[in-house]
C-alpha cells in the first residue's frame, strides 16, 4: 500500500453537505495524518475521519474510496469527483452511504466506487460532496 500512498500523495477533500438547500456552516476537521498522505481541511458540513482507497486488479489503478464520517449524513446524496490542478477530472462518481453508527457507533462510510478504474497517476486530488 505505500506505494498507492506515494501516487495518490496529494488528496484534497472538498465536501459539501447542504440541508434543503442551504449549506451547514459549522466547522470541521480532517486529520492531516490521513492514509492518503495531505488534505486540506476545508471541508463544512462533515467531519471524515478516514479515507481509505483500494487498487483495482491492476494496482496502478483505483477501484474505490471510502470516507469514514463521523457526522450522520443519512438520507443525503454523495458523489466524488477526482481532480488535477486544472479541474475535474471525468464525471462524478456515485457514492452509497453506510448506515449510522454500523459498525462503529458515532461512524458512517461513505463508499465510492469507480467503476472505469481510472489510473491513480491521473488525478491528484479527491473531492467529497454530499448534498440534500
Same mark, same amino acid.
Given at each position: 500500500?505505500?506505494?498507492?500512498?506515494?501516487?495518490?500523495?496529494?488528496?484534497?477533500?472538498?465536501?459539501?453537505?447542504?440541508?434543503?438547500?442551504?449549506?451547514?456552516?459549522?466547522?470541521?476537521?480532517? #486529520?492531516?495524518?490521513?492514509?492518503?498522505?495531505?488534505?486540506?481541511?476545508?471541508?463544512?458540513?462533515?467531519?471524515?475521519?478516514?479515507?481509505?482507497?483500494?487498487?483495482?486488479?491492476? #494496482?496502478?489503478?483505483?477501484?474505490?474510496?471510502?470516507?469514514?464520517?463521523?457526522?450522520?449524513?443519512?438520507?443525503?446524496?454523495?458523489?466524488?469527483?477526482?481532480?488535477?490542478?486544472?479541474?475535474?477530472?471525468?464525471?462524478?462518481? #456515485?457514492?452509497?452511504?453506510?448506515?449510522?453508527?454500523? #459498525?462503529?457507533?458515532?461512524?458512517?462510510?461513505?463508499?465510492?466506487?469507480?467503476?472505469?478504474?481510472?489510473?491513480?497517476?491521473?488525478?491528484?486530488?479527491?473531492?467529497?460532496?454530499?448534498?440534500?
Amino acid at each position: 500500500m505505500r506505494k498507492s500512498t506515494k501516487i495518490v500523495g496529494g488528496v484534497v477533500i472538498a465536501g459539501v453537505v447542504a440541508a434543503t438547500g442551504s449549506a451547514f456552516t459549522a466547522s470541521n476537521d480532517v #486529520p492531516l495524518t490521513s492514509t492518503a498522505g495531505y488534505g486540506e481541511t476545508a471541508v463544512t458540513g462533515a467531519t471524515v475521519s478516514n479515507i481509505s482507497y483500494a487498487l483495482a486488479t491492476d #494496482p496502478s489503478k483505483l477501484a474505490s474510496v471510502v470516507f469514514t464520517a463521523t457526522t450522520d449524513v443519512t438520507g443525503k446524496t454523495a458523489q466524488m469527483t477526482l481532480r488535477t490542478a486544472g479541474g475535474v477530472v471525468g464525471t462524478a462518481y #456515485p457514492c452509497s452511504l453506510g448506515a449510522y453508527g454500523t #459498525p462503529t457507533v458515532g461512524q458512517m462510510t461513505i463508499t465510492c466506487l469507480t467503476a472505469d478504474t481510472p489510473a491513480l497517476a491521473s488525478f491528484t486530488a479527491t473531492g467529497l460532496t454530499v448534498s440534500q
